[in-house]
């Protein structure tokens, strides 16, 4: 009876220190599981980690590019052309863009900065009377080339005008001066420019002449006025632009380049 009681103490007893050793195991087994399921996160966020970086540096890389390229530009708008180009004429372009036409010499397109000087002589801004040439604005600048062409000198540095000088030279049949001429023409009166006509004379000789505020215009009913009155009319200048781009006979009093009186021929 006790060898039997024996028997089975021993018996549970390995059955129970088998379930212990099954439990260990499979506790194990569920603990290195969960371990590897740890290495494998850990190695899937490093290639994470790894994979953004690489992004950052190719993000970074184009961003060098492009400022690489961004450079280059910049140096090759500062090797334009250099030099003084005298005697001709400056045409707009584009906002900030400019073409001067020298005598001799391939027309030249160049640009203008916030520091460049521009000097003018009655038409970008100033008296077309005054030999004092004084400093105008860039949009002055803009505003008179808009409508037409300026006669200018420009110096150029690296593309870019240092001055724009608006000149007083006035075209004539014996040639320009920097007071223009003096005389008295009767003949038909076109338009040029702003501020600026020509009068032509009996023999078809023209004489380019400017105006200025003081100029007397007197009209007789193509100016302004009535033909039907005896009376000269005092007519504005803009009434002498609309009519002299048509065409109208006048007699014109130039002192300097510049007109006195425009008178209406009756």
């Not at 969960?34 to 899937?44: E, L, M, Q, R, T």
């Not at 690489?68 to 052309?81: I, L, M, W």
């Not at 005389?183 to 020509?198: C, E, I, M, Q, R």
Request: charged share 20%.
């Amino acid at each position: 009876m006790n060898r039997q009681v024996r028997k089975a103490a021993l018996v549970t007893a390995a059955i129970t220190a088998g379930l212990l050793m099954t439990a260990c195991q499979n506790g194990s087994a569920h603990s290195g599981s969960s371990s590897d399921g740890a290495k494998n996160g850990s190695g899937s966020q490093h290639r994470s980690a790894s994979k953004t970086a690489r992004h950052g540096t190719s993000s970074g890389s184009s961003a060098e590019q492009g400022s690489a390229a961004a450079a280059r530009n910049a140096s090759s708008t500062r090797h334009g052309v250099t030099g003084a180009f005298t005697g001709g004429t400056v045409s707009y372009l584009a906002p900030g863009k400019y073409i001067v036409h020298a005598p001799g010499k391939t027309d030249q397109q160049f640009f203008v900065a916030d520091d460049t000087a521009v000097y003018g002589a009655g038409q970008v801004c100033g008296s077309p009377r005054s030999e004092a040439r004084p400093r105008c604005t860039l949009d002055q600048l803009e505003t008179a080339t808009r409508k037409a062409a300026v006669t200018a000198d420009v110096t150029l540095k690296n593309g870019i005008a240092t001055v724009v000088r608006e000149r007083h030279d006035v075209e004539n049949g014996s040639g320009a001066g920097a007071k223009g001429v003096n005389g008295t023409w009767l003949g038909n009166v076109s338009y040029l420019a702003p501020g600026k006509y020509t009068v032509s004379d009996m023999k078809g000789v023209e004489q380019a002449f400017y105006v200025a505020e003081d100029t007397a215009v007197r009209g007789a009913g193509t100016i302004c006025g009535s033909p039907m009155s005896q009376s000269m009319y005092t007519c504005t200048l803009d009434q002498l632009e609309a009519a002299a781009k048509k065409g109208v006979s006048a007699k014109v009093v130039i002192a300097d380049g510049v007109a006195t009186s425009v008178t209406e021929d009756r």
